[in-house]
Every structure is written in C-alpha cells, then in structure tokens.
C-alpha cells in the first residue's frame, strides 16, 4: 500500500506504509505503462518503442487510490495506474556501493563438506516437487546429482527433456569419456584432469553439462566439483588486485583438436558483469592459449593471480568428491562450477556420456514451475 505520492515534472515521490520511500523518473514510468495501449494483455509484451515516448514527457498529477499510484502524463494527457505491490517489486531508487565480485541473491557457494543436492530419477520424472527442488538446487548451487537412472546408452537426453535442450556441437549431441588409444581430447585418457570449466573457447560456453555414468568398475576415476564461485570468492579475500586482473582482462582459449574445428574465445577467467556481479569462470589448463591482452606491465601480476586462482582451485578443502555408479549422473553450471576427474587405471572400464545444455532453459523451467505451483497446490 502506498501512503502518499508527491511529483514534479520529471520525477514521482512515493511513500509506502512500510516508512521507505522511493522516486521514479517521469520517462521510466511512461516506458513501463501497464496499460494495454502499451502492454499486450496477452503476452505481455511492450507495444510501443522508445521513440513512441514524447521527449518532452512530464507528469501533471500523482495520487494515490486504494493504495495505489494513478499517474497523469503530459502532453498525451494519458492516466496510468501502478499497483503498490509493482512498484515496490520494481523499485531502483536505492544506494549501490557493491564491490566487484558480489553475487546475486539465491546464490550459495560451498566447499568440500557440503552436502551436495541428490535427487532420484524416477522422482524428477514423475513427481513435480522433486523436478522443481532438483532445478532450484542447480540454480542455487551450480551442483546437483541425480541417482537411480538407467544404465542404458544415451539415457543422459532424457535428463534435458526436463528442462530444456541439449546444446549439440562439434562433438556430436552428446559424447563418450572412456579411454581411447588415440584421443582427440585428453579427456577421452586416464589421466587425472585437473579441475575445469568446459569449452572455454567457445563464446557463449555451454552454460550446463551433464556426465552420465554407464560402468564404473575402474580403479579411481573419482569426480571431484569445485564451486569457482567460492574459489574467485578466496582470491578476492585474498588478492583482490589479482582478481581485479583476472576479471579485468580477456584470456585466450583456443581448441583445434579435431578435423575443420578452430574454436577460438577471448574472454576473462572472472567474469563480472558491467556493475561488478560475479556471473562467469572459464578455467582450463589445456585448452588456454597464449595471453596477449594482458598489458607487459601487469602480466607478471596475471600470472600470479593465475596461479593463485589455480591453487585456491586445487586446494583439497575446496573440492567435493565422489564416485559415480551406473546410472548416476551429475549436472553442473559450467558457468560456475569446475569439476576434475582423478586418473583411474586401465584396469575395468569407465564409461560416461557427456552433454552440455543451456541453462536459460533451466531457469525458465524452474520460474515457470515456480509461478504456477504454489505450495498448496502440491
Ligand atoms: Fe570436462
């Protein structure tokens, strides 16, 4: 509820009955009308452009009925009514001081001891609680294991069916980790990896990943996750000069491993968005190529941070590890989460499919289920 309005030309001053106040600028609420002359009732969608707004736009009157702010604009001499509740959700009248790297609320970061998020297979695709619980861990944690799926070939598309699709690429719709004699990519040995984000050197990277586990009868072979959210979190506390590098400046990432590829990105290991919101880690040692946007004086710093960023990484108190059996899989945010593989012997086999997907998709899924489910409806 509001509990008075008060305007000039170009800016509305609202006080809600909870004491906080807030100013909207004449221009914001004539561009976010929600009327349906400039919202489709239908879809939503905004009906007029940018320039459909006079540029001499002012208000001429703000009250307040039943609680609400009814708005008169000039010259079109149009009236507008913005429920309480709308304002309060879309309110941007408050104080910014966030340094770089801060997160977006509903993000958790976590380290080894975290109980990390398990759903059963059967649950996720069949009850609707359990799908919702499931995306909304992924979306929280970047994490989540799903076991009790069968053991059969490609079982790993069923998985993006609950939320969205798979991301196909060079490597076909999805792809076999097990040993080769010949591989096009270490990951396809039984060397140890060390903890990475996938795909770097594309632009966009496929924002989720799936790993499958068909058999598991190796010696080793165990996953381990690191939240690269939680480890930029520690160089920051640590270093942040050398986060500031990190996120300051593109690296480079190349892969050309196989026939007609050359994928090629110029991105930074941190990623911050314009206001400094921690939203991205790229990391992966083989598939980096050589730093050329990094000025001479400050790369011997890059370098450090680097390493530093790498050790954090490496560090055993920052990893979660676990042994996949058939028919479990994990999903990770491959926008935030690393995951590594310990080296397992050629003795006994390893076989994971893998696949990558978008996460928009999940999110979609998650917002959607979120809005039609309300919790006594379940
Ligand atoms: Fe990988």
């Given at each position: 509820m509001l509990r008075s309005a008060t305007f000039d030309a170009s800016v509305v001053t609202v006080e809600f009955d909870t004491d906080t106040q807030a100013r909207f600028h004449a221009i914001w609420l004539r561009d976010n009308a929600l009327d349906p002359e400039t919202r489709a009732p239908g879809n939503g969608q905004r009906l007029i452009t940018i320039g459909d707004i006079p540029t001499d736009i002012s208000v001429s009157a703000a009250t307040i009925s039943n609680g609400d702010l009814s708005v008169t604009f000039q010259p079109e001499g149009k009236t507008v009514t913005f429920p309480a509740d709308w304002l309060a959700a879309h309110n941007y009248d408050w104080d910014r001081v966030q340094k770089n790297g801060w997160l977006t609320p509903g993000l958790t970061t976590w380290q080894?001891?975290?109980?990390?998020?398990?759903?059963?297979?059967?649950?996720?695709?069949?009850?609707?609680?359990?799908?919702?619980d499931w995306l909304a861990a992924v979306a929280e944690f970047g994490f989540a294991k799903l076991t009790g799926g069968p053991t059969d070939p490609e079982s790993l598309l069923q998985m993006t069916d609950l939320f969205g699709y798979v991301r196909e690429t060079n490597y076909g719709p999805y792809f076999e980790v097990r040993t080769e004699v010949n591989p096009t990519n270490l990951a396809y040995t039984g060397l140890g990896l060390q903890a990475h984000t996938d795909n770097p050197y594309r632009d966009p990277v496929p924002t989720l990943q799936i790993l499958y586990c068909l058999e598991n009868s190796a010696e080793g072979g165990d996953s381990i996750v690191v939240d690269g959210f939680r480890a930029a979190q520690r160089l920051h506390e640590l270093n942040p000069q050398g986060f500031d590098l990190l996120a300051g400046y593109p690296a480079r990432f190349e892969y050309k491993g196989s026939g007609g590829v050359c994928l090629r990105s110029r991105r930074p290991m941190i990623e911050l968005s314009p206001d400094g919101e921690l939203i991205g880690i790229r990391f992966n040692n083989r598939s980096s190529a050589p730093f050329v946007d990094v000025p001479f004086d400050q790369m011997q710093a890059y370098y450090a941070a680097y390493r530093q960023l790498g050790e954090i990484i490496d560090d055993p108190n920052m990893g979660v590890s676990f042994k996949l059996e058939p028919g479990e899989s994990f999903i990770v945010d491959n926008t935030r989460v690393l995951h590594a593989r310990l080296g397992y012997s050629g003795s006994g086999t390893r076989w994971l499919q893998g696949c990558y997907a978008d996460k928009d998709g999940l999110l979609s899924t998650l917002a959607a289920m979120e809005t039609t489910q309300p919790e006594a409806a379940e």
């Open positions: 080894r001891g975290f109980d990390a998020p398990s759903a059963d297979w059967s649950d996720v695709h069949t009850n609707p609680t359990a799908k919702r």
